[in-house]
């Protein structure tokens, strides 16, 4: 049976625990892909994580890219939402759950090398189901910008965080 339990204190618990580690990051990554497992098809590196704030590295490489030779959009559209989701997760309560209901994508350039994405974001209290808008920008490794994501979040209680209880 799928746990329904909210994410962050165990997302926060993990990246205490592993982040410090040699090669604790690229773990910390690994189990989260494991948590939601499309996005850890990515392949991406949690680089930082705290309440509000996330970074995320995704190298550039085949297995990621179009036939124009730069990272596929739908991928860095995963990553941003990723990165978002990340940084709002993080700092939620046990008691507190997420879902992406809606996602944007301004892309202004190619995306080639390592893409960082990068939220920083308030952390809404919950109470009751609420849509939080949260946004990611993902920088090429020349510090360009070569995307924006714009991603809401239905944030509720446990019990709540989904019309219908369902996620």
């Known amino acids: 049976m799928p746990s329904h339990e909210a994410p962050g204190a165990r997302l926060r618990a993990m990246w205490r625990r ?22 850890g098809t990515l ?3 949690v680089m930082a994580l705290e309440p509000g704030h996330c970074v995320v590295h995704l190298r550039d490489r085949r297995k990621v890219r179009n036939h124009l030779r730069s990272v596929h959009a739908i991928a860095q559209a995963n990553l941003g939402e990723l990165c978002t989701g990340l ?11 997420g879902i992406v209901t809606g996602l944007a994508v301004t892309y202004l350039k190619k995306g080639r090398g390592l893409l960082v994405a990068e939220c920083r ?8 189901p609420v849509d939080h808008t949260v946004e990611g920008t993902l920088t090429d490794s020349t ?15 446990v ?7 369902a996620a």
């Open 143 to 157: 510090g360009d910008v070569v995307a924006r994501v714009v991603a809401t979040w239905r944030l509720g209680p």
């Open 43 to 45: 392949g991406a590196t």
């Open 159 to 165: 019990e709540d965080a989904v019309p219908g209880g």
């Open 87 to 97: 940084a709002v997760l993080a700092g939620m309560p046990a008691t507190v759950r």
């Open 121 to 128: 974001c308030d952390i809404p209290e919950v109470r009751e």
């Open 18 to 39: 592993l982040s410090p580690l040699p090669g604790g990051r690229r773990v910390f990554s690994f189990l989260m892909g494991r948590m939601a497992p499309y996005s």
